[in-house]
């Protein structure tokens, strides 16, 4: 399959794959402000979901309801701006209602995730995004033994603050250090909170232990991500019914506090890959 | 049984890979599986009967489930077993079926602790005498290794927890779960099948990214036929320690925990605020019992466990 798959896929110059051992931290959203500055960059960016049993991109992109066409060539991945710059692909938009459940044991995720390797017509891309469900299994072998041959430029890792988070990414760290998977670096995400009454800093989930850790294992810190209600809020507007080109994600997004601080991280990211 | 019997790739009348037909059936002609199905091991699982005697001296077997990561499953789980065990006449059980992403021995301030074998199997590692806790976390020799297991080893761990461990007598058995719809879900349903499972709490956040994933899990249970106890919002807003003024964290857009229960028509069980003290009792095992001090949030807790109680 490696060689088909490296033709099929010679159109996408990077891939990085979002990774986390927790639940929760904000993989999805990371994954999707990591697009969307991106795209606000002048790149064309694709978004790989392989979260089969709770795919949020879908609605991260206020695309719910939307379906995948099949064409001669394969899928179609779904747009989710005005210029088509960024497209994506998820279980979410194969499924009859939003609703359904997705039971699935591993061999049957695994021959998803392969098809969606193989089948999805991604066209030329600056950057393919995989934005993966929590822990260290199934799909997490699966996609790092198929991409294995054409090298993917490596894995973004998110945790938040708390020592329950951290326990689990540590894990996830040894996992890529395992399959020989090239770590970009840490972002610690709901990184402190600012009470808008009183402007004190309150350190919901503690505070720093993402950038130790990035320490302690050699790797790059990326950065912080403050928590800031606004990006579920933003969410939201986008997927309403009556959601305009006023309210398309990308315009809302790149006019929001959390782009000035997100932008900054994909600089890192982007000179990381491109050099 | 299950839900997931007939392989995607299978042809229409395929008799299902684990019956005694699978493979030879004239249906498997030709089928891509027709080689693993006749010769996989048939006939009903030789763990089963074991699990049902390991089990029938369990009372009550409470899956603590929610599609969504990061809710906060593990610290309900823990914080409802400190909360039954609080009742010393009260015997209870906590077992981790997460074995990527095992969190209960941090959370309940077990870390570093071991499991031992005796003759009558692993015995768990007790937090006091009438709660004892089992997880994957006991088992590795470096707590940051990770655990690359596919699904069948996954599943292999977990009957073991169900068959090998010295449980003994208990009134109370809360299954902390990972998140999502997949094997570790279908093989504890499964397993426990014919001991009967008293039901599920869902644990879901307010905002409609985790309600999505948490309205599958609920269609999921249906699938099984697992009942549910009651929907359970947690981090639902934030009350200052500074200046008390309360504020939104993840907005309740569609409605929150409340509404999902309504139109699921399930009991809604409560809402957890966020509370930043809760990562503290993970470092000072003496805070175990992170009792909230806010009478409401108290009698979430206690009003839970009478709920389930009758
Ligand atoms: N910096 C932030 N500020 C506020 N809310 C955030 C932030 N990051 C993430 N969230 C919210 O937290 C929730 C969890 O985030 P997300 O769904 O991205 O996590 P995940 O790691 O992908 O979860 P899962 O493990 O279930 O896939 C979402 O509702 C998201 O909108
Ligand atoms: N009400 C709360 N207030 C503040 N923090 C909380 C609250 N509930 C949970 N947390 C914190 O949120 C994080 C996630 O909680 P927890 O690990 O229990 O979730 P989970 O659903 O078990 O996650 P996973 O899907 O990874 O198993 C933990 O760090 C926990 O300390
Ligand atoms: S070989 Fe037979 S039993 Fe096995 S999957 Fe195919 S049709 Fe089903
Ligand atoms: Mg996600
Ligand atoms: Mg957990």
């Not at chain 1, 089969?52 to 779904?78: F, R």
């Not at chain 1, 890529?176 to 402007?199: A, F, Q, R, T, W």
Request: glycine residues 10%; aromatic residues 6%; hydrophobic residues 35%.
């Amino acid at each position: 399959m490696a060689d088909t798959l490296a033709t099929h896929l010679a159109g996408i110059k990077h891939i990085i794959i979002v990774l986390s051992g927790k639940g929760g931290v904000g993989k999805s959203s990371i994954t999707t402000q990591l697009a969307l500055c991106l795209v606000q960059g002048g790149n064309k960016v694709g978004i790989l979901d392989i979260d089969l049993t709770g795919p949020s991109i879908p609605h991260m992109l206020g695309l719910d309801g939307k379906q995948v066409h099949q064409a001669s060539s394969g899928w179609v991945p779904v747009f989710a701006d005005e210029n088509q710059n960024l497209c994506c692909m998820s279980i979410g938009f194969l499924l009859q209602s939003k609703n359904d459940s997705v039971v699935w044991r591993g061999p049957k995720k695994n021959a998803m995730i392969k098809q969606f390797l193989t089948d999805v017509c991604w066209g030329e891309l600056d950057y393919l995004i995989i934005d993966t469900p929590p822990g260290t299994s199934d799909e997490h072998i699966s996609i790092a033994e198929y991409l294995k041959d054409i090298n993917p430029d490596g894995a973004v890792i998110v945790t938040t603050p708390q020592s329950v988070a951290l326990a689990d990414v540590r894990k996830e760290l040894n996992f890529c250090k395992k399959v020989k998977l090239p770590i970009l670096g840490v972002i610690e995400n709901m990184s402190g909170y600012v009470c808008p009454h009183c402007e004190e800093c309150t350190n919901l989930f503690s505070t720093g232990g993402g950038e130790a850790m990035a320490q302690e294992f050699g790797v790059e810190f990326l950065g912080r991500v403050p928590i800031d209600p606004s990006l579920t809020i933003m969410i939201e507007k986008s997927n309403d019914d009556n959601a305009t080109l006023e309210n398309e994600l990308i315009k809302m997004y790149t006019e929001s506090n959390l782009y000035k601080v997100f932008n900054k991280i994909t600089d890192k990211i982007v000179a990381k890959v491109t050099t | 049984m299950a839900v997931n019997e007939k392989p995607e790739n299978a042809p229409e009348h395929c008799p299902g890979p684990s019956t005694e037909q699978a493979g030879k059936a004239s249906a498997c002609q030709g089928c891509p599986n027709q080689n693993i199905c006749a010769t996989a091991p048939k006939g009903p699982d030789p763990a089963l009967p074991l699990i049902k005697e390991r089990m029938s001296s369990v009372k009550h077997k409470i899956l603590i489930l929610s599609g969504k990561g990061g809710v906060g499953k593990s610290t309900f789980t823990s914080q409802l077993g400190f909360a039954f065990s609080n009742d010393e006449n009260i015997q209870v059980g906590v077992m981790d079926i997460d074995v990527c992403g095992p969190s209960i021995p941090k959370i309940m301030g077990l870390d570093g602790e071991q499991i031992h074998q005796s003759l009558s199997g692993w015995s768990p590692v007790y937090v006091q005498d009438n709660l004892g806790v089992m997880s994957i976390g006991f088992m590795l020799s470096n707590p940051d290794d990770a655990v690359i297991w596919r699904g069948p080893k996954k599943n292999g761990l977990i009957k073991q927890f169900l068959k090998d461990v010295d449980w003994g007598d208990l009134d109370y058995m809360l299954i902390d779960t990972p998140p999502g719809t997949s094997d570790e879900h279908l093989s504890i349903t499964q397993c426990l099948k014919e001991s009967g499972i008293d039901g599920a709490i869902i644990i879901t956040t307010p905002q409609e990214v985790a309600i999505q994933d948490v309205r599958r899990e609920i269609d999921f249970c249906r699938k099984v036929k697992l009942p549910i106890l009651g929907i359970v919002e947690n981090m639902s807003g934030f009350v200052c320690p500074n200046c008390k003024g309360e504020s939104i964290i993840f907005a309740p857009t569609t409605g929150g925990g409340k509404k999902l229960a309504e139109d699921e028509k399930v009991p809604f069980l409560g809402s957890i605020p966020l509370d930043p003290r809760i990562d503290k009792l993970t470092k000072s095992p003496q805070d175990k019992y992170f009792l909230p001090s806010s009478p409401e949030s108290l009698h979430n807790f206690l009003g839970l466990q009478t709920s389930i109680k009758h």
